[in-house]
């Protein structure tokens, strides 16, 4: 600590001392927060398969641990929902209640997110929004395998053609941060896994 004695040797010892601190804080790492990622599309088009492989590969590549977190499910076990919507067989969720239990998972960061809807969401915590596409025969047959009604199938498909989430995604988030991925054959999924990797190291987000 300076010696207040001598003025001189004090703003010698002082700026010193300011010196040493500065360039010890400069060297130490600093903790960095992980991003949040949004994984999102039409029911069907791969978004649960694509955010479990990115989940694995960022801790296999790069040792980071990232959570997923699937919206749909977390509303049905949390009740994050006023209504169930009959004709559909789905929740009617309440934004407000889902923004309140994500809201400290957001500020944590780390976060793969996956669910159709994104405008609802708060913009400043999501870093990046991966929007993956799927043509309408292919999302057929993966509607159907699910076994959903051909009522449910047909608005699915619907948006996709109508580009429902795509809109919304293009109104909600700033262009910079989306990425449109066609998500139809397996091996579509390696190539956005490592389109999904690049963009998050150019960005300096991981
Ligand atoms: P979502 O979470 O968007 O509803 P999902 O991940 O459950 O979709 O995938 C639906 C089905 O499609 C599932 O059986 C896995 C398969 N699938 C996902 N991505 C695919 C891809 N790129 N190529 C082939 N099949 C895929």
């Known amino acids: 600590i300076p010696n207040p004695q001598s003025p001189m040797k004090f703003n010698f010892i002082y700026i010193f001392y300011l010196l040493t601190i500065k360039i ?86 780390g976060n793969i997110l996956d669910f159709h809807s994104s405008s609802f969401l708060p913009e400043k915590a999501i870093n990046l929004v991966v929007l993956l596409r799927c043509n309408n025969t292919e999302l057929y047959d993966r509607l159907k395998a699910r076994g959903y009604s051909d009522k449910k199938i047909t608005e699915n498909i619907d948006c996709e053609i109508m580009e429902v989430t795509s809109e919304e995604v293009k109104d909600s988030y700033k262009e910079d941060i989306i990425v449109e991925l066609k998500s139809e054959k397996i091996e579509d999924m390696e190539i956005n896994l490592d389109k999904v990797i690049n963009i998050l190291e150019n960005k300096n987000l991981i």
């Open 24 to 109: 010890l804080l400069y060297f130490i790492p600093m903790e960095k927060k992980l991003p949040n990622i949004l994984i999102t599309g039409t029911p069907g088009v791969g978004k649960t398969s694509f955010s479990v492989l990115l989940q694995e590969k960022l801790k296999e590549l790069k040792g980071l641990d990232f959570k997923n977190i699937n919206i749909g499910k977390l509303i049905n076990e949390k009740k994050l929902y006023k209504q169930w919507n009959k004709e559909f067989d789905v929740s009617e969720f309440d934004e407000d209640m889902v923004n309140d239990e994500l809201e400290p998972i957001l500020n944590e960061g």
